[in-house]
């Protein structure tokens, strides 16, 4: 690693861990940052705040130190906003070794484990969660979903007796695909679970006329993936001015505006948006704190985005 590489990332690091004031792109860090908004997982009331952090693709680092450590700075700069939860999945390669090396390395630090079980074959899961465990270097994971609904029933039925010896803590599913909305609501509907994982943003509404009715319903924790469409939709509405009345909405940024919609929504527990960057990650985390946009401003918010 060449010596301003390695100047950058260790500034980046002391940003993450300190979150000193200043300006980083367009967000500014406080000395004291607010506290972010938490909601309670609805099976046992536990506080989980509302803004979380995905790993699908930017976690994906292989062994590259000098992305490692970027990986590790944005850990250090979620944890230091508030942040619990960190998603991830055996899909995302070595997504799973980048979060143990950053837990590692911040000395694992208070951190609510949503993990993924994604295996056809039924026989390969324990070992496989086992495997998940081991590569985040912690005695339990907090929650483990079965990923897109692969071989759900019998995974299921694993997850639930992990739950019972007290070897995971809480059973989800999860969907990022529209085309398993049916099957996804039969399985919400009809099994005990913790929490389910959707899609779900300002253009994705879908889950709003039944899945997230009946998550509220059955008492269901609600983890929002893809809220910025893996950055296309960022990219998108960047390209025009934010509204005239964003004072009403409590975000600054197009961002922070995109993650208020969402989890200003009742059923939502946890959004978890992805990134390799601090000033990002600290840009999502402020999206938790302050004002929170009432059902009117909601509708405004999506009626200006699709306007666009």
Known sequence: MDEKRRAFLQGSLATAIGLGSGLIGTTRLESQPAE?????????GEQIPIVG???????NVG??????????????????????MIDSSPMYASSQPTIGYGLKKLGYPPVFAAEKVWTSRPANGPPQIEQTRAYWGIPRLDLVQVHNLVAWEEHLETLFAMKAEGKIRYVGITTSEGRRHREFERV??????DFIQVTYNVLDREVESRILPLAQERGIGVIINRPFRQKELIRHVERHPLPPWLAETGASTWPQLLLKFIISHPAVTCVIPATTRVDHVLENMAAGTGLFPDEAVRQRISDYVRQL
Request: overall charge negative.
């Open 53 to 59: 952090l995905g790993t699908w693709i930017t976690f």
């Open 188 to 193: 919400t509907a009809t099994q005990p679970l």
């Open 36 to 44: 972010i908004a938490t909601r309670p997982i609805p099976s046992t």
């Open 63 to 84: 062994n590259d130190p000098e992305l490692l450590e970027e990986c590790a700075a944005v850990m250090a700069a979620f944890f230091k906003a508030g942040g619990r």
